[in-house]
C-alpha cells in the first residue's frame, strides 16, 4: 500500500504564495507521476499540474505561469509552488502518487486527504 500525505495549505490573500508538499511512500512499490488537483465547493475535482518522473510536467490552463510542480525522486516528494494566487485558487487540493509494485508490477494511484487552500480578495 503507498500511503500520500500532503502539507502546506493555508489561508493568504490574493496575490500571495504558498508552497504544497507531498510524499509518498510504500515499501515494495515505485513511484510513478505525481501530481495535484484540486476540488473547489460545489465543483468537480480537476487536475492541477503533473510531473513525470523525468521531470515531463503537465498544467491546466488556468495556472500557468504562476504555478510550478517538481519533484525530488530520490524522497518521493512533489511540490507545487503557487504565486500570484486568485480566490479562484481556494479549493482543497488533493495529492495523486501513481504507483507499481516492484516485483507483480501491479499498478494503482493512492490519494492524499487533502489540504486547504483558501485566497481572499
Known amino acids: 500500500q503507498v500511503q500520500v500525505v500532503e502539507s502546506g495549505g493555508g489561508s493568504v490573500q490574493a496575490g500571495g504564495s504558498l508552497r504544497l508538499s507531498c510524499a509518498a511512500s510504500?515499501?515494495?512499490?515505485?513511484?510513478?507521476?505525481m501530481g495535484w488537483h484540486r476540488q473547489a465547493p460545489g465543483k468537480q475535482r480537476e487536475l492541477v499540474a503533473t510531473?513525470?518522473?523525468?521531470?515531463?510536467?503537465n498544467y491546466v490552463d488556468s495556472v500557468k505561469g504562476r504555478f510550478t510542480i517538481s519533484r525530488d525522486n530520490a524522497k518521493n516528494t512533489v511540490y507545487l509552488q503557487m504565486n500570484n494566487l486568485v480566490p479562484e485558487d481556494t479549493a482543497v487540493y488533493y495529492c495523486?502518487?501513481?504507483?507499481?509494485?516492484?516485483?507483480?508490477?501491479?499498478?494503482?494511484?493512492?490519494w492524499g486527504q487533502g489540504t486547504q487552500v483558501t485566497v481572499s480578495s
Open positions: 510504500g515499501i515494495m512499490f515505485r513511484i510513478n507521476d
Open positions: 495523486n502518487a501513481a504507483y507499481s509494485h516492484r516485483s507483480s508490477m501491479r499498478s494503482g494511484n493512492s
Open positions: 510531473i513525470s518522473t523525468g521531470g515531463i510536467t
